[in-house]
């Protein structure tokens, strides 16, 4: 039996997730039958954290707290355009950690963006795993082309 790969398109926005079945490709579905999950992650304050769309819900009751769009700093150091855009714009307080690293902070904890895209990782993981009932060791995640050798690291990170 060979091992089972899943192919996993973390985006900025939405996440979707791939396995092949027979000789056929498909994305899996979670549990709700939703083939797109939100690249969101929501941390509540009883300790539950909510990934994808069940962690979207929460931008507006939950906002500092919730973190979308991790993508886009992905990789960059905390003095990069990018990240000062993103400051000026997202809720959640973004702070500069070691070596001009980015860090969010949620309450009295520090995430790395590598972190966050781990969450929705693992999150995409799960779905699989609960679709096949096989354990995945193996993964493909996709970059953009634009994306530098950093930010194609950050996300070696994230997996």
Same mark, same amino acid.
């Given at each position: 039996?060979?091992?089972?790969?899943?192919?996993?398109?973390?985006?900025?926005?939405?996440?979707?997730?791939?396995?092949?079945?027979?000789?056929?490709?498909?994305?899996?579905?979670?549990?709700?039958?939703?083939?797109?999950?939100?690249?969101?992650?929501?941390?509540?304050?009883?300790?539950?954290?909510?990934?994808? +769309?069940?962690?979207?819900?929460?931008?507006?009751?939950n906002?500092?707290?919730?973190?979308?769009?991790?993508k886009?700093?992905?990789?960059?150091?905390?003095?990069?355009?990018?990240?000062?855009?993103?400051?000026?714009?997202?809720?959640? +307080?973004?702070?500069?950690?070691? +070596?001009?690293?980015?860090?969010?902070?949620?309450?009295?904890?520090?995430?790395?963006?590598?972190?966050?895209?781990?969450?929705?990782?693992?999150?995409?993981?799960?779905?699989?795993?609960?679709h096949?009932?096989? +354990?995945?060791?193996?993964?493909?995640?996709?970059?953009?082309?634009?994306?530098?050798?950093?930010?194609?690291?950050?996300?070696?990170?994230?997996?």
């Open positions: 039996m060979t091992d089972l790969v899943m192919g996993i398109d973390l985006g900025t926005s939405y996440t979707c997730v791939s396995i092949i079945e027979g000789d056929t490709p498909i994305v899996v579905p979670n549990e709700w039958g939703e083939r797109t999950h939100a690249s969101v992650v929501s941390f509540m304050d009883d300790g539950r954290v909510l990934v994808g +769309n069940d962690g979207k819900k929460q931008i507006v009751t906002p500092e707290n919730t973190i979308y769009s991790s886009r700093i992905l990789g960059r150091f905390y003095f990069a355009e990018e990240v000062r855009k993103a400051r000026g714009v997202v809720p959640y +307080n973004l702070v500069e950690g070691q +070596n001009n690293a980015v860090n969010v902070r949620v309450g009295d904890m520090l995430y790395s963006p590598q972190e966050i895209g781990a969450i929705i990782l693992k999150e995409m993981r799960s779905i699989v795993e609960a096949t009932g096989q +354990n995945v060791r193996k993964a493909v995640i996709t970059v953009p082309a634009y994306f530098n050798d950093t930010q194609r690291q950050a996300t070696k990170d994230a997996g």
